[in-house]
């Protein structure tokens, strides 16, 4: 697993050197849309307003780390974002985030930003649920397609 540096980035910093580096929910605006996933497993876990807003709370309060080669991360959410990148087949990672037992008091929350498109011009985040014995995707976060000024 590739060791990010694990620093959260101030917004002055992002304001004054805004680059594909830094965390999309602070760089590219509008705000994102979200897509809750439809599937049984997602639904069971997030398929109602209040399993939602749980989801929500669990997401709001991750601690995104730039994806470097100096990035150490534990080897259980390590592992399970090793997979979720290969199996999803998820290009240009550029931060992820991990938390341990905070959905229902027991499943660990992870989340992988990436640019998709030409020039990864579009960012989206994935956000997984481990159930210890195996993961689900229980939604996105799609930010519109940055375009040049002007």
């Known amino acids: 697993?590739?060791?990010?540096?694990?620093?959260?980035?101030?917004?002055?910093?992002?304001?004054?050197?805004?680059?594909t580096s830094l965390l999309a929910s602070d760089y590219v605006q509008p705000a994102p849309r979200r897509d809750w996933m439809t599937n049984p497993d997602a639904v069971k876990y997030a398929g109602t307003p209040e399993k939602k807003a749980m989801v929500n709370?669990?997401?709001?309060?991750?601690?995104w780390h730039e994806a470097t080669d100096e990035l150490v991360l534990?080897?259980?959410p390590g592992l399970?974002?090793?997979?979720?990148?290969k199996q999803f087949r998820i290009p240009r990672v550029s931060h992820v985030a991990w938390r341990g037992g905070m959905l229902y008091g027991r499943y660990s929350v992870y989340g992988i930003?990436?640019?998709?498109?030409?020039?990864g011009r579009q960012w989206v985040r994935l956000y997984f649920m481990d159930r210890g014995s195996d993961?689900?995707?229980?939604?996105?976060?799609v930010w519109p397609e940055v375009t040049d000024a002007g």
Do not use: N
Request: include cysteine.
């Open 80 to 85: 399970f974002i090793q997979g979720a990148i």
């Open 1 to 19: 697993m590739r060791k990010p540096k694990s620093r959260v980035v101030p917004a002055q910093e992002i304001a004054e050197h805004p680059t």
């Open 74 to 76: 534990p080897m259980s």
């Open 135 to 141: 993961g689900i995707c229980l939604c996105t976060d």
């Open 113 to 119: 930003e990436a640019h998709y498109g030409k020039g």
């Open 57 to 63: 709370g669990a997401i709001a309060i991750l601690e």
